[in-house]
């Protein structure tokens, strides 16, 4: 266990005692230039591997230091650190918010109060992301798409359970009205996957549909699988009220959440479309950020596409508004009634 002190320019790791807390440096014995902390998970490569070794030190100066990243912040399926330049850029930008450096490797500014939507861009102009904690004062959900709706190519995220909005500029949007169609088709597959893995498990489990997650873990347990197990190609494991399915041979995730089964988890979405083989046009927009994902996803909730969901935990729950899912007439018009922003 520790830490291990890495020189880049050298190709040369130590293990070696840390005073930490100290805020010393640790200097290469070879060319005294300071050495970069990294964890014990991290495995040096052969010295004369010299991608292998830009891909380490990519990694490291944007906070991935070998830690454990999971697939959210708060947990999940524990992922794998790329072994390419290519994986390694989409890697620091779908795991940012477990970087070492977030959010001080940022241009960041929060504030707490709504502030109106020509305040934020006036803002946006200077900081790279603002940060509302209205965790005093509370706000509509009208009000974050509001957000939305007028900061066009930009990032609107919250997290309802503490009233946080995120706003990130620089999110391109352009062409995510071609693809919107082709999302939705998307989404209904996912769906009826999940329908069907979901019922095999239960199946397995010697369970019906009506079963509740009280009786899905004990009945897990009962099969010596909890909190996680396998059957056929499928591995399962709960994670908090959450069940969570990844197949080992296609990589396809599905998530379900037994407070709402229907209800689309933008992670598990994400993987599932990269996991897909004919979605080239779409994959080409999401471009390998699950931003760009939970953009479209709410601009599908403005077209009234997509449903956001009130309910009393305060989550975020989106699922397909079933009578608007497929386009209501021939020239692929979307519908009229968009959700009404004040």
């Known amino acids: 266990m520790g830490y291990k002190k890495t020189c880049f320019k050298c190709r040369k790791s130590f293990n070696r005692p ?10 290469c014995p070879q060319c005294s230039k300071p050495m970069t902390l990294m964890t014990h998970r991290f495995r040096p490569p052969k010295k ?18 070998y830690q454990s990243i999971f697939e959210t912040p708060s947990g999940g399926t ?38 109106q939507p020509q305040e934020i861009a006036k803002l946006l102009q200077s900081f790279e992301q603002i940060l509302l904690d209205l965790s005093e004062s509370g706000y509509e959900k009208k009000y974050f798409y509001k957000l939305v709706k007028e900061l066009s190519n930009c990032l609107v995220q919250e ?15 352009s ?14 597959n996912y769906n009826n996957q999940r329908k069907t893995v979901f019922k095999t498990f239960l199946e397995y489990l010697e369970l019906n549909q009506s079963s509740s997650f009280s009786e899905i873990t004990k009945a897990m347990k009962t099969k010596g699988q909890y909190p996680k197990g396998k059957f056929d190609s499928w591995r399962f494991w709960q994670h ?21 089964k229907d209800s689309l988890n933008p992670d598990s979405l994400f993987t599932y479309i990269h996991s897909q083989s004919n979605l080239e046009g779409l994959t080409k927009v999401i471009a390998g950020k ?7 996803l709410d601009l599908l909730v403005l077209d009234n596409r997509l449903i956001d969901i009130d309910n009393t935990l305060r989550m975020k729950i989106i699922q397909v508004n079933e009578s608007l899912q497929i386009t209501q007439d021939d020239q692929g018009m979307a519908p009229t009634s968009p959700l009404p922003i004040s």
Not at 162 to 167: A, D, E, F, N, V
Not at 175 to 188: A, R, S, T, V
Request: aromatic fraction near 10%; glycine fraction near 4%.
């Open 48 to 65: 004369d591997d010299t991608k292998s070794w830009e891909v380490a030190e990519f990694l490291s100066e944007h906070g991935f230091i």
């Open 78 to 115: 524990h992922i794998n650190y790329p072994t390419t330049k290519r994986a390694a850029k989409d890697f620091v930008i779908r795991y940012k918010e477990q970087s070492t450096n977030w959010p001080t490797s940022r241009t960041s500014i929060c504030k707490t109060e709504k502030l």
């Open 18 to 27: 840390i005073d930490f807390g100290s805020g010393r440096e640790y200097p």
């Open 159 to 173: 997290v309802r359970p503490i009233q946080y909005i995120s706003i990130e500029r620089d999110v391109d949007s």
């Open 290 to 296: 699950l931003k760009n994902l939970i953009r479209m």
């Open 175 to 188: 062409e995510y009205n071609l693809y919107k169609e082709e999302m939705l088709q998307l989404i209904e």
């Open 240 to 260: 908090g009220s959450d069940i969570e399915f990844r197949n080992s041979r296609t990589d396809e995730h599905i998530n379900i959440l037994m407070a709402n």
